[in-house]
């Protein structure tokens, strides 16, 4: 079992470019998760979806970042245009519908020039 | 609004001393508590739940609703423990409120 999948693991980019990281999560987890995390801070919830249907994305910026999981399994989180503070970890993390252990993917971690 | 608070960045031990990781919380609602550790290298993981009252690698946590705590302990420490930990509060549909976390350092 390869557990939670991310790419790429490593991203450099200039302000005002944008980026993209993929997630494949667990087979058979329809819940998926995606976090932010800040240097020396916990993870933050950014948007969850149960199968194809983002059923949180109260903390996702929505006026640079997007997501999507079109057939309920792999999701993409994207941002655009990236600024200086969007530094840091992505992580990815699935569940099982009704199950309370959530398995992390090793995060995308993002620097932005 | 719900909150975890780890209130130690750094916790420094040697091998074989007793640890006592806090958490403390905040939420309107009936709280469902967890430690999630992530070695060096790996990724983050769950280690134990509140609602199962079990011993995961000889760490244990009790939920004090009293005091608004979920604090992780363990008798006596080994170098393998030394980590980054992070208390987390589970609410609306399993999602997870993270604490800052706290690196445990055992030394030998």
């Known amino acids: 079992e390869a557990g939670v999948v991310q790419s790429p693991r490593y991203k450099i980019i200039e302000k005002k470019q944008p980026v993209a990281f993929w997630c494949n999560p667990i087979?058979?987890?329809?819940?998926l998760y995606w976090y932010l995390q800040n240097l020396g801070q916990g993870p933050e919830l950014l948007i969850r979806?149960?199968?194809?249907?983002?059923?949180?994305d109260s903390q996702l910026p929505k006026d640079r970042f997007s997501a999507e999981r079109l057939k309920g399994v792999d999701s993409t989180l994207k941002i655009q245009p990236a600024e200086l503070g969007d530094s840091a970890v992505y992580l990815c993390?699935?569940?099982?519908?009704?199950?309370?252990?959530?398995?992390f993917g090793p995060g995308t971690r993002l620097l932005v020039l | 609004a719900q909150r975890v608070t780890q209130p130690e960045k750094l916790l420094s031990v040697f091998k074989g001393a007793p640890v006592e990781l806090k958490c403390n919380y905040s939420?309107?609602?009936?709280?469902?508590l967890f430690w999630y550790v992530q070695y060096s290298r790996q990724r983050l993981q769950l280690l134990l739940r509140?609602?199962s009252r079990e011993s995961i690698k000889g760490f244990t946590a009790d939920l004090n609703k009293g005091e608004t705590s979920f604090h992780l302990k363990k008798p006596f420490a080994q170098e393998e423990d030394s980590a980054m930990y992070y208390c987390?509060?589970?609410?609306?549909?399993?999602?997870?409120?993270f604490g800052g976390g706290t690196r445990l350092m055992v030394k030998p």
């Open positions: 993390a699935s569940s099982q519908t009704g199950e309370e252990t959530q398995y």
């Open positions: 087979s058979g987890h329809n819940t």
């Open positions: 979806y149960e199968n194809e249907e983002a059923v949180d």
């Open positions: 987390a509060l589970k609410h609306a549909g399993n999602m997870l409120t």
């Open positions: 939420y309107s609602g009936s709280p469902e």
């Open positions: 509140h609602i």
